[in-house]
């Protein structure tokens, strides 16, 4: 964390605009394992897994505030809004996440080359791997390609 507040004190607006817009989107991943697992019906294991996406989607919100922070910015309280299917069963939250962070993947990958500051690009790089390793637990769960297509797009 401390490599992305360091790089964020000498960040323009732009790209701290382009922070505020990844902490909305780590909330909504957050929100997302929240409310799958206040359904019920994750098996314990997958819950565990959960919970560690949970995790890591927290330690992005945090770092990404205190780098917009330490840029002179205002971290967003916003949370992307996200448009979910019926829940009815596992298989259903693992088919949603799968989504989100494919989304996520896609959002950071598409982000990096915007960033004028290459430090921040490079922890943006880095939490892509993160996004990725995600898209491929959840992909192995349901028995899926990673990136059918081999490339994130």
Request: a negative charge.
């Amino acid at each position: 964390m401390t490599q992305l507040v360091e790089a964020a004190e000498k960040a323009d607006p732009d790209d701290l605009a382009t922070l505020n817009t990844a902490i909305e989107l780590e909330r909504a991943g957050i929100k997302a394992y929240t409310d799958a697992a206040g359904t019920g019906l994750l098996a314990p294991a997958v819950l565990q897994i959960a919970q560690g996406f949970i995790a890591d989607h927290s330690a992005h919100r945090d770092a990404l505030i205190a780098a917009v922070t330490a840029g002179g910015g205002v971290p967003t309280s916003d949370t992307l809004v996200l448009a979910y299917p019926p829940l009815h069963s596992q298989a259903d939250i693992l088919e949603f996440a799968l989504v989100v962070e494919q989304k996520a993947a896609s959002t950071y990958l598409s982000v990096i080359p915007d960033l004028k500051n290459r430090d921040l690009a490079q922890v943006a790089g880095s939490i892509l791997g993160v996004e990725t390793t995600h898209v491929s637990v959840l992909s192995s769960a349901l028995g899926k390609r990673v990136y059918p297509g081999h490339f994130v797009n």
